[in-house]
């Protein structure tokens, strides 16, 4: 018991909390799709005001994807 409680504290210490929290990737998956959704809407924008609102809407794409959702589902 005591060999087990050493090696979580060495885990710990080197990886940080690592007892079932899923960090690490979350990051670069929004970038791609902020990427993505950027070139989605700088490509429909008819003038550069509308390029510049298309990279804005990008930023906040998840919110957009969360209501439509709930809309669908009519929650």
Do not use: D, H, R
């Amino acid at each position: 018991m005591a060999k087990k409680k050493s090696i979580e504290k060495k885990l710990e210490k080197c990886c940080g909390n690592w007892s079932g929290s899923c960090k690490g990737g979350g990051g670069c998956v929004y970038f791609l799709g902020f990427v993505g959704a950027a070139i989605y809407y700088i490509s429909q924008a008819t003038g550069f005001w509308n390029g510049v609102l298309g990279v804005l809407k990008a930023l906040v794409w998840p919110g957009f994807l969360v209501y439509e959702l709930l809309k669908f589902l009519g929650v």
